[in-house]
Nanobody, 122 residues
Framework: QVQFVESGGGLVQPGGSLRLSCAAS????????IGWFRQAPGKEREGVSC????????FYADSVKDRFTISRDNAKKTVYLQMNSLKPTDTGVYYC???????????????WGQGTQVTVSS
């Protein structure tokens, strides 16, 4: 099956950290820009971060800037999202997906996985 597989979510207290992983299955993700999105209950899916293919740029939503870090290991076909100083507003299902160019529009992305739940609560 051609998709991403996300992992690493869980329950964490405010101020804590999590590292999400996004592994490509059935296709070569090296040529694509990879984005992380999240969706909270009752809300639309929103872009969190995106990274260009190769050694290109990294982009962050204002709400996560200076707290989240995106990285990728093309040899492992895996993209990571290190999340620090987590807040309750970071709660949601986190997805990764691929596009030809970074964008905040989920409609520009494909190869969506099932997502991984992140819950920030005391």
């Amino acid at each position: 099956q051609v998709q991403f597989v996300e992992s690493g979510g869980g329950l964490v207290q405010p101020g804590g950290s999590l590292r999400l992983s996004c592994a490509a299955s059935g296709f070569n993700s090296d040529m694509y820009d990879i984005g992380w999105f999240r969706q909270a209950p009752g809300k639309e899916r929103e872009g969190v971060s995106c990274m260009n293919s190769g050694e290109g740029g990294r982009f962050y939503a204002d709400s996560v800037k200076d707290r989240f870090t995106i990285s990728r290991d093309n040899a492992k076909k895996t993209v990571y999202l290190q999340m620090n100083s987590l807040k309750p507003t970071d709660t949601g299902v986190y997805y990764c997906a691929a596009a030809y160019a970074c964008s905040w529009d989920p409609g520009h992305f494909g190869f969506w996985g099932q997502g991984t739940q992140v819950t920030v609560s005391s």
